[in-house]
């Protein structure tokens, strides 16, 4: 079974079907999820800047900002990953050690404090980092090799 934590680069490049990496992403996914033993992690942080992220996008956003409209958009999204039998959603249950974790990151890679728990995340549940973002790719994470067949 392998582990692969999808970083908020990565879901942003799915989900959002004009953005330049969307085909690589779907492409991604679709081989990450044919193996059924394989399990898909995706962190509370990750969906709190997909959220916010997906928001700036919309046209909800450019028209009224409001994020409660744009937020029964979201729960569709959010519920269509939710019934995702290889999804499984994680928040940190190990504060201290999260809190370390970023810490050390921050320190030996340079990372900003939400990439930092970012890569603790992926640390603690020794899972593969699915990413766009060459931050995150640039630690010693072991990372996911993203290649269009």
Do not use: C
């Amino acid at each position: 079974m392998g582990r692969y934590y999808l970083d908020t680069s990565f879901l942003i490049a799915f989900l959002l079907v004009d953005h330049e990496s969307h085909n690589l992403a779907v492409a991604t996914l679709k081989d990450l999820k044919s193996a059924l033993e394989n399990q898909l992690i995706i962190s509370s942080l990750v969906i709190d800047e997909v959220w916010y992220i997906l928001w700036e996008h919309s046209e909800e956003a450019k028209r009224s900002k409001s994020f409660s409209s744009f937020t029964a958009i979201f729960r569709e999204v959010i519920n269509k990953l939710i019934l995702d039998d290889n999804i499984l959603f994680i928040d940190d249950n190990n504060t201290i050690r999260a809190i370390s974790l970023a810490l050390y990151a921050s320190e030996n890679f340079n990372l900003r404090p939400r990439d930092s728990f970012h890569y603790a995340y992926a640390r603690m549940w020794e899972a593969q980092i699915v990413t766009f973002d060459s931050r995150l790719a640039n630690t010693d994470l072991e990372k996911f090799e993203l290649v269009l067949k």
